[in-house]
Nanobody, 129 residues
């Protein structure tokens, strides 16, 4: 069974940091790209970052560039999202998703969320001001 399980969310003050984890199972990790998306109350889902686990190619939304870093541990089949300098606009439920590596190959596919095949249940990040 293909599974993605997020963890690491919580309450943090503005300016603080959190690290999210996405533990994957049930598929060949190197064959997929894994991404992070978020959805704030009343807003549309937004792409945050992605990584192609075979070649470490990454993409970031403009709103998180320079603050968030995505990485993968192929031995643990886990993808991480290090989030620094958090602000209230980062408050959202964060989801990880996996799919064809084409999803992370360029802005068009990344921002649209095309080629994604499986999603996690989400983890809530709340940034207090």
């Amino acid at each position: 069974e293909v599974q993605l399980v997020e963890s690491g969310g919580g309450l943090v003050q503005a300016g603080g940091s959190l690290r999210l984890s996405c533990a994957t199972s049930g598929f060949t990790f190197d064959d997929y790209a894994v991404g992070w998306f978020r959805q704030a109350p009343g807003k549309e889902r937004q792409a945050v970052s992605c990584i192609s686990t075979s070649d470490d190619n990454t993409n970031y939304a403009d709103s998180v560039k320079g603050r968030f870093t995505i990485s993968s541990d192929n031995a643990k089949n886990t993808v991480y999202l290090q989030m620094n300098s958090l602000n209230s606009e980062d408050t959202a439920v964060y989801f990880c998703a996996a799919g064809n590596p084409r999803f992370c190959s360029g802005d068009y596919y990344f921002l649209s969320g095309m080629y994604l095949e499986v999603w996690g249940q989400g983890t809530l990040v709340t940034v207090s001001s």
